[in-house]
């Protein structure tokens, strides 16, 4: 019996994944650092990349207009316009149409998942009874169940093509592309896999979804509370914009129209040198940047959506720009 003896220059295979074998820097290692992949990101809706780009060319526009008008290079209507307004264009261009887009797809994937258990109990069902999960889901899907309807029918159309119950079910999990949908499909998929009485697993993911609705109910309900908090603090610190504006702040305007070019006090303060236009910008900059963290915090709060937030920071930019170009 020969044993293998190891020769001086026999290189050991060492794995590709070490970190002594590698010659990956120390922050890649640390940070693990993934491509941005548009198509994971948005899959086929290339409409929100559009909409996102025409968004940022009109705020740029408006920014750029803005910042004209703040070092006086031009003038928009003869003063009724101010470059501080054109700013706020750029920013409600920007967060504006983004937000209101994405708030109307989460809306929509919301409604297709309400009425998603009734169509699983249906299956459910029609398979208890001893229709096969091909006829159930055929049979189930020529009803009516809202907005998710048509969706049912593609799935239906591709099963009679002879498309696997399995591919039909990924690419209605594709095109709705919710988590709770996807865990669904994966959960049915695997039981057809394994076989058994598969009634009870389409009637324990239509239980699965209605408990993640009531979940989500109940979080919103919460924290609607803590948002309704953010809002009215916001209105509340407008109100005391707008007292401190149409008390102190006036009541120094009074008295250098006055005293033009005199002082007051013991510290001899010149009164002579305040300019109403600049202290409404530093005001509507203060009230900007609350009303902007403010939507944002409170909409994602209430919601658990960034989008949401966006949605409410815009309504609340056009409420502080009103509020100022009539009240002020």
């Known amino acids: 019996m020969k044993i293998p003896i190891k020769?001086?220059?026999?290189?050991?295979?060492i794995k590709k994944d070490s970190a002594v074998s590698t010659n990956i820097p120390f922050y890649k290692k640390l940070f693990k650092i993934k491509k941005y992949n548009v198509n994971r990101s948005y899959g086929k809706d290339r409409n929100i990349l559009i909409l996102l780009a025409i968004s940022l060319v009109i705020s740029v526009m408006f920014f750029l207009l803005g910042f004209l008008g703040l070092i006086g290079a031009i003038t928009f209507f003869d003063g009724a316009l101010t470059g501080l307004?054109?700013?706020?264009?750029?920013?409600?261009?920007?967060?504006?149409?983004?937000?209101?887009?994405?708030?109307?797809?989460?809306k929509k994937k919301r409604e297709l998942e309400e009425h998603l258990p009734d169509f699983l109990r249906e299956i459910s069902s029609s398979n208890a009874s001893g229709m096969t999960v091909f006829?159930?889901?055929?049979?189930?899907?020529?009803?009516?169940?809202g907005s998710l309807t048509s969706e049912l029918r593609t799935t239906a159309a591709q099963l009679s093509w002879g498309i696997s119950v399995k591919e039909a079910l990924n690419n209605l999990a594709k095109r709705i592309n919710t988590a709770s949908v996807k865990r669904m499909v994966v959960t049915i998929n695997k039981a057809l896999e394994i076989g058994g009485n598969t009634s009870t697993v389409f009637e324990a993911a239509a239980r699965e979804i209605d408990q993640a609705k009531l979940v989500e109910q109940q979080r919103k309900a919460e924290m609607s509370l803590y948002s309704i908090v953010i809002f009215i603090s916001f209105f509340v610190f407008l109100a005391v914009i707008y007292i401190i504006n149409s008390t102190i702040i006036a009541e120094f305007l009074r008295l250098q129209t006055k005293l033009p070019g005199g002082s007051i006090g013991v510290s001899n303060l010149s009164i002579s040198n305040i300019d109403s236009n600049s202290i409404k910008n530093v005001?509507?900059?203060?009230?900007?940047?609350?009303?902007?963290?403010?939507?944002?915090?409170?909409?994602?709060?209430?919601?658990?959506k960034l989008s949401s937030?966006?949605?409410f920071g815009f309504v609340l930019v056009i409420i502080s720009f009103f509020v100022f170009k009539f009240m002020f």
Do not use: T
Not at 85 to 106: M, R
Not at 291 to 303: A, K, N, P, R
């Open 85 to 106: 307004d054109f700013i706020v264009f750029g920013i409600l261009s920007c967060i504006g149409p983004i937000g209101f887009y994405n708030h109307l797809k989460a």
């Open 283 to 304: 005001f509507f900059s203060f009230v900007l940047v609350q009303s902007i963290g403010g939507g944002l915090l409170g909409g994602f709060m209430m919601d658990g």
């Open 7 to 13: 020769k001086k220059n026999m290189k050991i295979p």
């Open 309 to 311: 937030g966006v949605r």
């Open 135 to 145: 006829d159930a889901i055929k049979s189930a899907a020529s009803g009516d169940h």
